[in-house]
């Protein structure tokens, strides 16, 4: 396993979009999406496009929440001059199939989509997961919080 992800062992496949938010619930008054993606005061977002191995070490907060623990010198991270140690992360993309066909008893997954999934409320390691869904050969999306 790459260092550039975390220490833990992470599944590398995602079985649907699990950080596919809807606006509205039965039952219940949700924010709209623009509402929960407002920084707090004092804080900026950004969002960069990186290839793996990633170059930096992700954590898990006790009081919640997923950190920058740790860059790598000279890894794509540090080269991309924007990650610092703290920031923290709010999403990240991850690949999903969308439709599974059979073949004389083999399955064969189809459909591939790109997907935003959100940090807030989802374990660590579905989130790990999701950044190891990315193939090698694309960037892969992360959105972090930066705050002063």
């Given at each position: 396993?790459s260092?550039s992800?975390?220490?833990?062992?992470?599944?590398?496949?995602?079985?649907?979009?699990?950080?596919?938010?809807?606006?509205?619930?039965?039952?219940?008054?949700?924010?709209?999406?623009?509402?929960?993606?407002?920084?707090?005061?004092?804080?900026?977002?950004?969002?960069?496009?990186?290839?793996?191995?990633?170059?930096?070490?992700?954590?898990?907060?006790?009081?919640?929440?997923?950190?920058?623990g740790?860059?790598v010198?000279?890894g794509?991270?540090?080269?991309?001059?924007?990650v610092?140690?703290?920031?923290?992360?709010?999403?990240?993309?991850?690949?999903?199939?969308?439709?599974?066909?059979?073949?004389?008893?083999?399955?064969?997954?189809?459909?591939?989509?790109?997907?935003?999934?959100?940090?807030?409320?989802?374990?660590?390691?579905?989130?790990?997961?999701?950044i190891?869904?990315?193939?090698?050969?694309?960037?892969?999306?992360?959105?972090?919080?930066?705050?002063?």
């Amino acid at each position: 396993m790459s260092a550039s992800l975390s220490a833990r062992a992470v599944p590398v496949t995602l079985r649907a979009p699990v950080g596919a938010r809807r606006s509205v619930r039965r039952g219940s008054v949700v924010r709209a999406a623009a509402d929960e993606d407002k920084p707090p005061a004092g804080c900026t977002r950004y969002s960069i496009n990186i290839k793996r191995p990633l170059g930096l070490v992700l954590e898990e907060k006790k009081e919640g929440g997923i950190f920058v623990g740790e860059i790598v010198e000279g890894g794509n991270a540090d080269k991309s001059g924007l990650v610092s140690v703290g920031d923290e992360l709010i999403a990240t993309s991850g690949v999903v199939f969308n439709s599974t066909q059979d073949y004389g008893g083999v399955s064969v997954k189809s459909g591939e989509e790109t997907v935003r999934l959100a940090v807030r409320g989802e374990k660590f390691d579905t989130i790990m997961a999701a950044i190891a869904s990315n193939p090698s050969q694309r960037t892969v999306t992360l959105e972090f919080q930066k705050c002063m």
